[in-house]
């Protein structure tokens, strides 16, 4: 199996090239900038910073022919997401007051017996990752009947533009997934069955995500803001990725929206998020998945279940 490598933001400092020039990829490289709906086929950095030709396999426009091509799977999904919506907010109802008893007893130190206080912290948390999973399932479950109901990659419109897309990744040298808005991005490419695309692909070539690109292949997505501007800044699961890699959670300039430097914060997402490794994915930071390891790139960290952001060298997926 060839690489598959998740890195920060690229705008900042971009080290895609390196990594492309590392493996000896060639040209074409298929791109996908759905994430990014108004500056989608915008590849001009993109191309200049590779210097490679790039070819956009314009998600975004896609799908915009799929919806007006079968009004009837546009209408479907449309009502499968108001149904995630649903979900998702009274999710977040639950969730404020499962994670403020782990909090609270993240915090408290004195007059208990270690051992007892310990003990009290995990069911706590256990809690918290008990209501996580039967989200998480729920989720899955709209998916699933949707699929088995709709299944959108054997319909006319959906299946024409999966062949044009199956067409310009064989003549690709390697997969780059930008960021952008993630929920966008994921419904895309699930739209046109890119998990299993994805698997195909990888077989024999490297696939590159970044920021919300590094999100969407992950097997959860979690969103995170400890000091949004509205809301209550709880780290919440939003869906299933496409599973294209599992063993890690991706957190895009986590240093900008989580508090690294508040140990309860951080020991909290870690431990409720275990086994899975939480790994802040900032400018110029990456992570490559090789044989089924997980590699670190330079000056790559990950949160500790003690609540400090540590140096993080190898994981096995």
């Known amino acids: 199996m060839h690489e598959l490598i998740v890195f920060?933001?690229?705008?900042?400092?971009?080290?895609?090239?390196?990594?492309?020039?590392?493996?000896?990829?060639?040209?074409?490289?298929?791109?996908?900038?759905?994430g990014w709906q108004e500056r989608e086929g915008e590849i001009?950095?993109?191309?200049?910073?590779?210097?490679?030709?790039?070819?956009?396999?314009?998600?975004?426009?896609?799908?915009?022919?799929?919806?007006?091509?079968?009004?009837?799977?546009?209408?479907?999904?449309?009502?499968?997401?108001?149904r995630l919506q649903a979900l998702q907010r009274l999710y977040r109802l639950r969730l404020d007051y499962a994670l403020e008893p782990a909090r609270r007893l993240l915090?408290?130190?004195?007059?208990?017996?270690?051992?007892?206080?310990?003990?009290?912290?995990?069911?706590?948390?256990?809690?918290?990752?008990?209501?996580?999973?039967?989200?998480?399932?729920?989720?899955?479950?709209?998916?699933?009947?949707?699929?088995?109901?709709?299944?959108?990659?054997?319909?006319d419109a959906v299946a024409a533009q999966r062949d044009e897309l199956t067409a310009i990744l064989s003549r690709s040298d390697a997969l780059a997934?930008?960021?952008?808005?993630?929920?966008?991005?994921?419904?895309?490419?699930?739209?046109?069955?890119?998990?299993?695309?994805?698997?195909?692909?990888?077989?024999?070539?490297?696939v590159f995500a970044w920021a919300a690109g590094a999100m969407a292949l992950s097997s959860r997505i979690v969103l995170f803001?400890?000091?949004?501007?509205?809301?209550?800044?709880?780290?919440?699961?939003?869906?299933?990725?496409?599973?294209?890699?599992?063993?890690?959670?991706?957190?895009?300039?986590?240093?900008?929206?989580?508090r690294l430097d508040d140990t309860v914060r951080v020991s909290l997402f870690a431990r409720r998020f275990a086994p899975d490794v939480c790994l802040p994915l900032d400018a110029g930071m990456s992570a490559r998945r090789v044989n089924g390891s997980w590699l670190s790139g330079e000056r790559s960290t990950y949160l500790a279940e003690d609540g400090r952001v540590e140096d993080w060298k190898a994981m096995a997926a």
């Open 177 to 206: 997934i930008a960021g952008g808005h993630v929920a966008v991005l994921l419904n895309r490419m699930r739209l046109f069955g890119f998990a299993e695309l994805i698997a195909d692909f990888i077989a024999e070539k490297p």
């Open 44 to 82: 001009e950095d993109m191309t200049d910073h590779l210097q490679r030709q790039v070819v956009d396999l314009e998600l975004h426009r896609r799908t915009e022919v799929v919806w007006e091509e079968d009004p009837d799977l546009f209408h479907a999904h449309r009502a499968r997401q108001d």
């Open 225 to 258: 803001h400890d000091s949004p501007p509205q809301g209550a800044g709880n780290p919440e699961v939003l869906d299933a990725g496409l599973g294209c890699y599992r063993g890690l959670v991706p957190l895009p300039a986590a240093g900008g929206r989580l």
């Open 107 to 155: 915090r408290r130190e004195d007059a208990f017996d270690p051992k007892m206080l310990e003990a009290t912290r995990e069911s706590a948390i256990g809690a918290v990752r008990l209501l996580d999973d039967e989200h998480l399932q729920r989720v899955r479950a709209e998916h699933e009947r949707f699929e088995s109901q709709w299944h959108p990659t054997t319909r």
């Open 8 to 34: 920060g933001p690229q705008r900042l400092e971009p080290v895609l090239r390196p990594q492309l020039d590392r493996l000896g990829v060639g040209e074409p490289v298929a791109s996908i900038t759905a």
